[in-house]
Each structure stands twice: as C-alpha cells, then as structure tokens.
C-alpha cells in the first residue's frame, strides 16, 4: 500500500495543534495530567488528552495560541519531575 501526499497532508492538519508530553521519571494519571494543563491558564475548547501506552500523552488544543501558551510556559515540572513537551 502506497502511503498517498494527500493523506499525509490531512494528517498533519489533524495533530498540527497538538503537543507530546513526557514526564520523566513515572507516568502520571490522566487527571493529573489535566489539572497540569489547565493551571497554564483558560482554553475557548476543551482540549483532548491521549495516553499512549509508552507512558507519554498527546494533548490536542482548540488553536495554534493555546497550544503555544502551554508550550512555551516551561520549565515545567510535575510530581515534582520534569516535563518534556514537543510539538
């Protein structure tokens, strides 16, 4: 199967907003990780949190200026380890 530009494309708009989030050290719960987001400030849309087994989240936010206000906020730190965050 051959992998098509215009897929990769649609693709890419869909996690454009989004940023990966590791902690180093352990894997916090889902709420945890919520309450983390929220205290960088006040979102127009709920944001989507994804945990992927290899214990680092996705986090999709409603626009472009969210997503940078909590990736540019750092250092961060959580429970009390550091947070890595990429877009």
């Keep these: 199967m051959k992998i098509l530009e215009e897929d990769v494309k649609i693709d890419n708009e869909k996690w454009v907003l989004s940023i990966v989030v590791y902690v180093?050290?352990?894997?916090?719960?889902?709420?945890?990780?919520?309450?983390?987001?929220?205290?960088t400030g006040t979102f127009t849309t709920k944001h989507v949190i994804l945990y992927h087994k290899q214990c680092y989240f996705v986090i999709r936010f409603a626009n472009e200026g969210e997503r940078d206000r909590v990736l540019c906020s750092g250092p961060h730190y959580m429970m009390p380890n550091p947070v890595i965050m990429k877009p």
């Design 24 to 39: 180093v050290g352990s894997a916090p719960s889902i709420g945890a990780t919520e309450r983390f987001i929220l205290e």
